[in-house]
């Protein structure tokens, strides 16, 4: 059964409220002015000339997860790679790029499609990863409040079992974007095994406040 979350991870997020204060600016390009963290961050659409930098962050991001999955690296010393191709051909597939005062910071893979249905009305955050260098310190959930905020509509966030951390991060991320109004389902089946958020997501010109 689903679990409503609500203002229980107000009191340890306090990266993700800092991240967001009212001091705190943002451009319709996605640049990010966040004086709370000291630093600027953009969240762009990955062109298909990027699509090799894209890659390159794949590498890190599969090598942090073969703490969790059994990930080997193969006789190149480089994880197998994952075709990118199809979010330039697909149209609901949306790759972006994370920039922390113009250095590349991460990227996340939305999909504009249920990973658990055929409902193409529901927002899928298929990947997200930022470097360790900006971890805990706002850039993760600056970008995923720009994300969420430009793709109105349902949104459903998904980690598995043994990520913990990602876990934690997404209830905090969730929760500060949202006020603490989303479900947590923990799912163990053929479709999926770790809990799954699913939350609202307003067109921030139809009342979303700027502080957010």
Known sequence: MPLPWRTSFGSVSTYAVSAVSRGDEEDCAGLLRYKSIGMQIRVAAAEQSEQEALRNLFQLYAYDFSEILPLDVEG?????????????????????????????????LVHHKSRFSSADDVWDMAEFFVLRRHRRAGVGTAAARWIFATHPGKWEI?????????????????????????????????????????????DPTAGRGAGR
């Open 76 to 108: 190149t010393g480089r994880f197998k790679e994952k075709s990118l191709d199809s979010y330039w051909r697909e149209a609901w597939r949306f790759p972006f790029l994370l920039r922390a005062d113009e250095h590349l910071a991460g990227f996340a």
């Open 158 to 202: 998904r980690q598995r079992n043994a990520n913990v951390s990602a876990t934690a991060f997404w209830r905090r991320a969730i929760a500060a974007y949202t006020d603490g109004c989303f479900t947590e389902e923990l799912l163990d089946d053929e479709r999926w095994r770790g809990p799954v958020q699913r939350f609202m997501s307003e």
